[in-house]
Antibody, heavy 117, light 112 residues
């Protein structure tokens, strides 16, 4: 069955960096666009970033543009999110999600990122 | 950016009764070249990851009970749960994927 497993979350000080990973199985990863979506405490879902199946295109939300970088390794069926210059507003559960079409068809269980001094 | 607005923010429905959630986009998300509405609905239960329910505004994802249905076109959409079950308690989100960023609605909390 399809599995997406995020890791790399934790508690980090403001201004520091963190790299999230999302290991997938059960899908032909190289054919899927991959997204990051986050949910801050008490808030709704917020789209963060997308990377095309061939890494040809990457897009970011305005709130993370210039600080976050999405990448992927198709040989490892793994998605990444490099997060720099973190602020308290980045505190959230981060989900990875696959998109064979353009909608998000499978989601990981999420990884908690807490930015606090 | 296309803004997605859901209504109501929350609703309480009796078991077996109908629940209807509305979603309005600030621009049309209907592509007239293929007659498809670029809208999805997700269910997010407490402590779980979101789950795709509906895509292309009205196509039910495999395995989703047929009490869930989606409708609408252009800028106005609905998610209907025809007979609410206890396991349907969740927050429901619409999301467009017409362009980037693929924004979500603010969510609608459904309770018994």
């Amino acid at each position: 069955q399809v599995q997406l497993v995020e890791s790399g979350g934790g508690v980090v000080q403001p201004g520091r960096s963190l790299r999230l990973s999302c290991v997938t199985s059960g899908i032909n990863f190289s054919l899927f666009g991959m997204h990051w979506v986050r949910q801050a405490p008490g808030k709704g879902l917020e789209w963060v970033a997308v990377i095309w199946y061939d890494e040809n295109k990457k897009y970011y939300s305005d709130s993370v543009k210039g600080r976050f970088t999405v990448s992927r390794d198709n040989s490892k069926s793994t998605l990444y999110l490099q997060m720099n210059s973190l602020t308290a507003e980045d505190t959230a559960v981060y989900y990875c999600a696959s998109a064979y079409g353009e909608y998000l068809d499978h989601w990981g269980q999420g990884t908690q990122v807490t930015v606090s001094s | 950016d296309i803004v997605m607005t859901q209504s109501p923010d929350s609703l309480a429905v009796s078991l077996g009764e109908r629940a209807t959630i509305n979603c309005k986009s600030s621009l049309s998300i209907l592509d007239r070249s293929n007659n498809k509405n670029y809208l999805a609905w997700y269910q997010h239960k407490q402590g779980q990851s979101p789950k795709l329910l509906i895509y292309w505004a009205s196509t039910r994802e495999s395995g989703v009970p047929d009490r869930f249905s989606g409708g609408g076109s252009g800028t106005d959409f609905t998610l209907t749960i025809s007979s609410l079950q206890a396991e349907d308690v969740a927050v429901y989100y619409c999301q467009h994927y017409y362009n980037t960023p693929p924004t979500f609605g603010q969510g609608t909390k459904v309770e018994i």
